[in-house]
């Protein structure tokens, strides 16, 4: 068959069970081999045979439902994928634009330390309004039983994407933008703490000698991070050379992160002294101990996690 029975087959076991894509692949380009060869052997024209038998199989995320014994129930059979479509187009882009509006109007009227904090509460609470009202428009359209005279699914509607892409944009998109929120804390904790120093300013959190090599340093490793992102989207799976460079900036931010940790050069010392509940027993060596195994065990599990998908993704 052609690409575009590549591409329908591609869509289907993208939402089936990993370990029964195999066996439904096998069984579904058969299945629509045999109805290609009974049209054609009528003398129907190939290709015009495979988009009639693609189009009679239906929506692929339909078919997927049946293979999985899974229920597009929510709102009603009738208009879940439509109301799951709709939804997941408003997330992609309205709460992060909501977000970045209200930051920088925030900033702009003189708030710069909370623009940040204020953009993130805005983006939550735009996502929460479109999950709430979105769900409520499609239940009231169910029980009222509105025809929404949506065209109906067609070939041309197939993704050109692989079925082996692990990684979709949604997942890059938020990596990403969780590394960018990293790299504009580094400077902005060092002039907005909300810690006051006594003459008017702020305490940084992270010591300022740092500044000299170890936080430029830390956030070139973000930045290349961000890249590292970019590159795994374009590849579309985990590959082993991917596992490795991941380690390796796990290890290029952890290691270091560490290491001024139980060697006290991380947390600004003047910070530590205006807390009084830091100073008292073992509380400092108990907080570090925690970010220390927390570090350690965040990196196991990110490089644990790319090398069972890279097992998996293996020609």
């Not at 702009?108 to 509460?121: L, M």
């Not at 067609?154 to 990684?167: A, G, S, W, Y």
């Not at 002294?273 to 400092?284: I, P, S, T, V, Y």
Request: proline letters at 5%.
């Amino acid at each position: 068959m052609t690409s575009l029975t590549d591409r329908y087959l591609a869509a289907t076991l993208r939402s089936v069970p990993v370990a029964r894509r195999e066996e439904i692949a096998t069984e579904l380009r058969a299945s629509i081999d045999d109805m290609v060869e009974a049209r054609t052997a009528d003398g129907q024209d190939t290709a015009a045979a495979e988009r009639e038998v693609l189009t009679e199989l239906g929506d692929p995320a339909q078919l997927a439902a049946r293979y999985a014994d899974r229920r597009l129930y929510l709102v009603g059979p009738t208009y879940y994928l439509a109301w799951e479509r709709l939804l997941k187009r408003l997330l992609s882009f309205l709460p992060a634009t909501v977000g970045v509006i209200v930051g920088a109007l925030s900033a702009v009227n003189g708030n710069a330390g909370g623009a940040i904090g204020e953009g993130i509460v805005a983006a939550f609470m735009v996502a929460l309004h479109l999950c709430f009202w979105v769900t409520l428009v499609f239940a009231v359209l169910e029980r009222l039983n509105v025809p929404l005279d949506l065209p109906g699914w067609t070939v041309d509607q197939l993704p050109e994407e692989r079925v082996d892409r692990q990684i979709p944009l949604t997942d890059t998109g938020a990596a990403i933008g969780w590394l960018v929120l990293v790299i504009a804390y580094l400077p902005w904790q060092h002039y907005r703490s909300y810690v006051p120093d006594g003459e008017g300013g702020d305490v940084p959190v992270l010591d300022p000698a740092l500044w000299s090599f170890w936080l430029p340093f830390l956030i070139a490793v973000l930045i290349t991070n961000i890249g590292f992102e970019i590159v795994k989207y374009r590849v579309g799976r985990w590959t082993w050379p991917l596992v490795a460079a991941n380690l390796l900036l796990d290890l290029a931010f952890a290691v270091p992160v560490i290491w001024l940790l139980l060697t006290d050069r991380l947390i600004n010392p003047e910070l530590v002294q205006r807390f009084a509940w830091f100073r008292e027993g073992d509380n400092l060596d108990t907080v570090t101990a925690v970010v220390v195994a927390g570090t350690v065990l965040v990196v196991l599990w990110d490089v644990a996690d790319s090398i069972v998908k890279a097992y998996r993704s293996r020609a």
